[in-house]
């Protein structure tokens, strides 16, 4: 495929895949695939990353693409550039300068933000009209992003906006940030399993998939699964009640499995709003889906 117009490259790195795609915010994506990882090693990404520049190379050349917008989990600390915190994921994938899985010559070109961030960003250019939009990824974690008139807000240091660590339990499960009674040690996948999986009676479960089949015949897993929205819900009540945004878009791997009772969720979050909000925050589901984190990149790659 080879073209004249502008093209931005937008990469989002998770836990089991790199997903890519070239485009540019005129035209939207262009072209969108995924690469699945080797192991969680920084070799096996590093191995991955390569290979994607090898078919960017090979269908439009590297030389054209303007700019790399990258998406990762994690925190990037604003003033060194570097990935903090932990990465339950991607174990190796912190305390280091994420440029280093690039070649050499492009690292110049290149841009990271927080995955969710861009998920809240790219939700954000559906819907120009609405000034100030949070967006929410369920998944193997809890990621949340703010986009007020077009910025991310990232908060003093970098941190703002971390939605799975607010307390939803006192003294409760432990998380991996190292807290007690996190959301994201309730509802996320990740901590969904650990709580099933803490049950040494049950087969060990591997997915949302697992949880979702199960929580129809254990009364046990269907308790876990209706407590997780009951902390999912309270906690994004409690946000948007602080933070009166315009629109609540919500997505994720747990969101997109149409086996997910996401109106469930829907309904509890918008009981959780005082009267006087609730008809005028809009909530939905992301539009993006699985494209949100490259869309953003993109988005961010092609800002000064
Ligand atoms: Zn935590």
Same mark, same amino acid.
């Given at each position: 495929?080879?073209?004249?117009?502008?093209?931005?490259?937008?990469?989002d790195?998770?836990?089991?895949?790199?997903?890519y795609?070239?485009?540019?915010?005129?035209?939207?994506?262009?072209?969108?695939?995924?690469?699945?990882?080797n192991?969680?090693?920084?070799?096996?990404?590093?191995i991955?990353?390569?290979?994607?520049?090898?078919?960017?190379?090979k269908?439009?050349?590297?030389?054209?693409?303007?700019?790399?917008g990258?998406?990762?989990p994690?925190?990037?600390n604003?003033?060194?550039?570097k990935l903090e915190?932990?990465?339950?994921?991607?174990?190796?994938?912190?305390?280091i300068?994420?440029?280093?899985?690039?070649?050499?010559?492009?690292?110049?070109?290149?841009?990271f933000?927080?995955?969710?961030?861009?998920?809240?960003?790219?939700?954000?250019?559906? !819907?120009?009209?609405?000034?100030? +939009? /949070?967006?929410?990824?369920? =998944?193997?974690? %809890?990621?949340?992003g703010? &986009? @007020?008139?077009g910025?991310i807000?990232?908060?003093?240091?970098?941190?703002?906006?971390?939605?799975?660590?607010?307390?939803v339990?006192?003294?409760g499960i432990k998380?991996?940030c190292g807290?007690r009674?996190?959301?994201?040690?309730?509802?996320?996948?990740n901590?969904?399993?650990?709580?099933v999986?803490?049950?040494?009676?049950?087969?060990?479960?591997?997915?949302?998939?697992?949880?979702?089949?199960y929580?129809?015949?254990?009364?046990?897993?269907?308790g876990?699964?209706?407590?997780?929205?009951?902390?999912?819900? !309270?906690?994004?009540s409690?946000l +948007? /009640?602080?933070?009166?945004? =315009?629109?609540l %878009?919500?997505g994720g791997? &747990? @969101?997109?499995?149409p086996?997910?009772?996401?109106?469930?969720l829907?309904?509890?979050?918008?009981?959780?709003?005082?009267?006087?909000?609730?008809?005028?925050?809009i909530?939905?589901?992301a539009?993006?889906?699985?494209?949100?984190?490259?869309?953003?990149a993109?988005?961010i790659?092609?800002?000064?």
């Amino acid at each position: 495929m080879k073209t004249d117009k502008n093209l931005y490259l937008g990469i989002d790195i998770g836990g089991s895949s790199v997903k890519y795609g070239w485009g540019n915010p005129s035209d939207g994506l262009l072209y969108f695939d995924k690469v699945h990882l080797n192991g969680t090693s920084l070799e096996s990404l590093t191995i991955t990353v390569n290979k994607i520049m090898g078919i960017v190379n090979k269908e439009i050349g590297l030389q054209n693409i303007i700019a790399i917008g990258v998406g990762t989990p994690g925190t990037i600390n604003l003033k060194t550039g570097k990935l903090e915190g932990v990465n339950p994921n991607l174990q190796e994938w912190v305390n280091i300068d994420p440029k280093i899985i690039f070649p050499a010559e492009l690292r110049d070109k290149i841009k990271f933000e927080n995955d969710a961030n861009l998920m809240a960003l790219a939700e954000a250019s559906c !819907l120009p009209e609405v000034h100030n +939009l /949070i967006g929410i990824t369920i =998944g193997s974690g %809890i990621g949340c992003g703010w &986009v @007020i008139d077009g910025q991310i807000y990232h908060g003093a240091h970098g941190y703002a906006m971390e939605l799975g660590h607010n307390i939803v339990e006192v003294n409760g499960i432990k998380c991996n940030c190292g807290k007690r009674g996190c959301l994201e040690a309730y509802a996320s996948v990740n901590g969904l399993l650990n709580r099933v999986n803490s049950n040494k009676e049950f087969m060990q479960l591997e997915n949302m998939q697992d949880i979702l089949n199960y929580s129809r015949q254990n009364l046990l897993i269907k308790g876990y699964l209706k407590e997780s929205i009951q902390y999912l819900s !309270l906690a994004i009540s409690n946000l +948007l /009640i602080n933070l009166d945004s =315009g629109a609540l %878009i919500i997505g994720g791997g &747990v @969101i997109e499995n149409p086996e997910f009772p996401y109106i469930k969720l829907e309904r509890a979050i918008v009981k959780g709003f005082p009267h006087i909000q609730r008809d005028k925050i809009i909530v939905r589901k992301a539009i993006y889906g699985n494209w949100a984190g490259v869309m953003g990149a993109l988005l961010i790659s092609s800002r000064d």
